[in-house]
């Protein structure tokens, strides 16, 4: 019984140890790494340069991912940033997946009914991008087109508000990935992306495509995004107050090539 008793306790050692090794799909930022830090953890979209992609070596890299770490650093907090579907974002902050949201999220009213927000960091506004070459120039020309967006963005609500306005009709399709509206479009399988407009120059610039702006609204600008009634909506606000006064703000869109 004694050796049984024995070999028990290896066995549960053992065990002990390999779930010590498990994985975790999430990224740390490079704010600290002291084990007794408090942890913040960020939801993002990393599918929306420059604010937030994956380089080369599949790590985050993007002017919001500068930012988070930027507040998580100020705020004495190691960052923890968990990848996701931009359409899957708001719901995480709902149900306490995640401490916070930066991924380029515009502050509209309709959010605001589910999330709060910081005070607005930057504005872009949207444009429409086509093949290049397009006889597409206007808003008028996309009658009986195909218009991509992506799930879950501000500009799927646009498009869908110029339907409504029933000035203008066309098809309007939904895919969840904005690198993908970009195949859609080399592929003739849509006629034309509506996105925000400083993604949209990326794209320009590495595609060849054409654009123009949007002209029916001004849209809100992108914010922070934390769940109802956060205590750190405060204390992030004062850390994008004192980067906007200090110029931080201004160098890191410089670093990232953002105009508004």
């Given at each position: ?186 592929s003739n399988r849509i ?24 002209p029916t609204t001004a ?18 606000n004062g850390v994008i ?20």
């Amino acid at each position: 019984m004694k050796k049984q008793h024995t070999m028990f306790a290896v066995f549960a050692s053992a065990a002990l140890l390999l779930g010590a090794c498990g994985s975790d799909t999430s990224e740390s930022g490079n704010s600290g790494s002291s084990e007794d830090a408090k942890v913040l953890d960020m939801g993002t979209s990393a599918e929306f340069p420059p604010f937030e992609s994956r380089n080369t070596e599949g790590e985050i890299v993007g002017f919001d991912i500068d930012l988070a770490n930027h507040i998580a650093e100020e705020l004495g907090y190691e960052l923890n940033i968990t990848d996701m579907k931009f359409d899957g974002l708001i719901g995480a902050l709902q149900n306490d997946r995640v401490d916070m949201v930066i991924a380029g999220m515009s502050a509209t009213e309709e959010r605001k009914k589910n999330v709060d927000f910081s005070t607005e960091y930057n504005h872009s506004g949207e444009m429409f991008l086509t093949a290049k070459g397009s006889d597409i120039k206007t808003l008028e020309d996309l009658e009986g087109k195909v218009v991509g967006v992506q799930l879950g963005t501000i500009q799927e609500e646009g498009a869908n508000a110029i339907l409504k306005e029933g000035d203008i009709k066309f098809e309007l399709k939904a895919l969840d990935d904005s690198g993908a509206l970009i195949q859609e479009i080399l592929s003739n399988r849509i006629d034309a992306a509506y996105m925000d407009k400083q993604v949209a120059k990326g794209y320009i610039e590495a595609q060849d495509l054409d654009a123009f702006d949007d002209p029916t609204t001004a849209s809100p600008g992108m914010a922070v995004a934390f769940p109802k009634g956060s205590d750190l909506v405060e204390d992030v606000n004062g850390v994008i107050a004192e980067m906007e006064e200090s110029g931080e703000m201004d160098e890191l869109k410089k670093k990232w090539k953002i105009e508004e």
